[in-house]
C-alpha cells in the first residue's frame, strides 16, 4: 500500500522560507517521480512541480510561478522527496501534497497516490 506522509508547513512571513517533507513507503521509491501540488482555499489543484526517477538522473520540472524560488530534491536512501519554499508569497498560501508520480497526478480525482497535505499559510 502506497502511503505519503507530508511535514514541514506552517505559518510564514511573506519573504521567509519553509522545507516541506514527504515520507514514503510501500512501493519502491527510486524508481518514480515524485510530485508536489498544491490547492488554495476556494482554487483547483495546481501542479507546483515535479522531479524524476533516480534513472532519469532526479530531473526537476516547476510551474513558472515557483520558477527560481522553490526547490524539489530527493533522497532515494531516505524515501523521502523535499520541496524547499523560499521568497515566500501570500498567494503561496495552499494545502501542499505530494504524490507518486509525474505531472499526471493533478487529474487523479481520486487522489488514490497522495499523502494528506501539509498546510502553508503565507501572512504577516
Known amino acids: 500500500e502506497v502511503q505519503l506522509v507530508e511535514s514541514g508547513g506552517g505559518l510564514v512571513q511573506p519573504g521567509g522560507s519553509l522545507r516541506l517533507s514527504c515520507a514514503a513507503s510501500g512501493f519502491t521509491f527510486s524508481n518514480w517521480a515524485m510530485t508536489w501540488v498544491r490547492q488554495a482555499p476556494g482554487k483547483g489543484v495546481e501542479w507546483v512541480g515535479s522531479i524524476a526517477s533516480a534513472s532519469l538522473g532526479g530531473r526537476t520540472y516547476y510551474t513558472d510561478s515557483v520558477k527560481g524560488r522553490f526547490t524539489i530534491s530527493r533522497d532515494n536512501a531516505k524515501n523521502t522527496v523535499y520541496l524547499q519554499l523560499n521568497k515566500l508569497k501570500t498567494e503561496d498560501t495552499a494545502m501542499y501534497y505530494c504524490?507518486?508520480?509525474?505531472?499526471?497526478?493533478?487529474?487523479?480525482?481520486?487522489?488514490?497516490?497522495w499523502g494528506q497535505g501539509t498546510q502553508v499559510t503565507v501572512s504577516s
Open positions: 504524490a507518486k508520480g509525474g505531472a499526471e497526478v493533478v487529474a487523479d480525482s481520486r487522489r488514490s497516490n
